[in-house]
């Protein structure tokens, strides 16, 4: 074998510092420690051990002249320190994702520790939080919903954390191993399968999903498994295509798209239970400053619970797509004190008012085909389709929030609900404008 051969040999272990691991330069290796009456050794079935300088070297110095022998040595000594010190590095760092693993073993098992079902606590909100006209998950302003806030941000900081690692990790590699004018075709070491690696990026992963899980199956049981204590108010929630309907069972009390409950205080605790139902297809009750989304499905009553803790309106929204005018199914809480709750009950509870200048209209309503669909109380209207209209004027919107509740409005739904919900299930009557008059007389008296 001529010097020029093994000077090949010795570029084929120059281009392997280049590429780490790659396998492309051992078959000359294998022919050179061969050669010297050395058979190499293998760490791993498919990854042979890198042959030593002393067995290259002896190969030199069996057919190769003193000088040429002494060059290569030389040679192969230095690289085979480079490669010592690579694997090293290479050491070093599985130690550290092995330092990792145990980090994200022993979240999951703090996150086992704490999935444990416990009541939820209840929290109430400082006299800061209050109200907002814009609906927003970072307001707070129930027990549900705080718990829900915090697992919010816990779940961002972890998905954050992992967002600013792999872009750091994305911009340091672009910045370090980018092409240079001075050596364009240098190419950065090429791991071609390190199971170290491998299984760090498939546990840790995996050990991140589960503590997510735990975590997050433990706030959704401790919501569900809140024992309802005796002081709470129920209500019936029934979804329609597109509007709300509100029962109050043990008040005896049927109002729509406006809901009407207590405040909660820790020195009066009294939290709403909400039984939902659909009548007809699948909505969604999402108020996000009170709790998070529930499912309103035929045939699969559902509950949630929520207990402002301060007064003042809360906004919501229908978060199922359940038709045409979905986007129009609006939802008003209003966290009443207990004087306003009881004034608001007690009026609630009265007939609906007669007043003998608005016959006419009461007439008009009667006759026409609105009692198919809605109910006045001492009328003889007790339809169900459509909303109660007992104390209408008592709303601050008419359409399931679409409007404002004012004459002019009503007139106009009355006329073509399709003015303000193109879609909407309520027909347009054909009437004639003195009815329509009429009928709007009437119902502005109903508060």
């Known amino acids: 074998m001529s010097p020029n051969f093994l000077a090949r040999h010795l570029y084929s272990c120059e281009k392997f510092l280049s590429e780490f691991e790659g396998l492309a330069w051992w078959p000359r290796f294998h022919h050179a420690a061969a050669w010297a009456g050395k058979e190499p050794r293998y760490n791993q079935p498919q990854r042979p051990a890198f042959p030593s300088a002393s067995v290259c070297a002896a190969a030199l110095n069996r057919r190769a002249n003193p000088s040429t022998a002494n060059t290569a040595y030389v040679r192969l000594t230095t690289l085979s320190g480079k490669l010592w010190r690579m694997q090293q590095r290479k050491n070093q760092f599985m130690s550290r994702s092995w330092l990792l693993l145990a980090a994200c073993v022993f979240l999951v098992a703090s996150s086992l520790m704490a999935a444990e079902r416990q009541p939820v606590p209840k929290i109430f909100a400082p006299s800061s939080t209050a109200p907002q006209t814009v609906p927003s998950i970072f307001a707070p302003a129930s027990t549900p919903a705080y718990e829900i806030y915090n697992l919010s941000i816990f779940v961002l900081t ?91 069972p043990a008040l005896g009390i049927v109002t729509a798209n406006e809901l009407h409950i207590p405040v909660s205080t820790s020195q009066h605790p009294e939290p709403t239970y909400l039984r939902l139902l659909s009548a007809d297809v699948d909505h969604s009750f999402w108020v996000p400053q009170l709790g998070g989304k529930t499912d309103l499905i035929p045939n699969h009553p559902n509950q949630m619970w929520i207990d402002p803790h301060e007064p003042g309106l809360y906004l919501g929204q229908c978060a199922q ?76 919107t008419i359409a399931a929030g679409a409007a404002a509740n004012t004459p002019r409005n009503l007139y106009l739904w009355i006329q073509d609900p399709a003015n303000f919900k193109p879609g909407a299930l309520m027909p347009a009557m054909q009437l004639s404008d003195q009815q329509i008059n009429e009928l709007v007389a009437y119902l502005t008296t109903l508060h």
């Open 158 to 248: 972890i998905t954050g954390a992992i967002f600013a690692v792999v872009g750091g990790l994305l911009l340091f590699t672009i910045i370090k191993f980018r092409a240079r004018k001075n050596d364009p075709d240098h190419e950065p070491a090429q791991v071609y399968g390190s199971t170290q690696i491998e299984l760090a990026w498939t546990v840790i992963p995996v050990l991140i999903v589960v503590v997510l899980f735990l975590t997050t199956a433990r706030i959704i049981f401790a919501i569900q498994d809140e024992p309802e204590p005796k002081s709470a108010l129920n209500v019936t929630v029934v979804g329609h295509q597109f509007w709300w309907e509100f029962r109050y």
């Open 321 to 396: 797509f359940c038709g045409i005018e979905h986007a129009k199914m609006l939802i008003r809480v209003y966290a009443d004190t207990p004087d306003e709750f009881n004034a608001w009950v007690k009026n609630q509870q009265k007939p609906a008012v007669e007043d003998s200048s608005v016959a006419a209209g009461r007439v008009v309503f009667e006759t026409q085909a609105c009692t198919n669909c809605h109910t006045i109380s001492g009328t003889t209207a007790h339809g169900t389709f459509g909303p109660d209209l007992t104390h209408l004027m008592t709303r601050a």
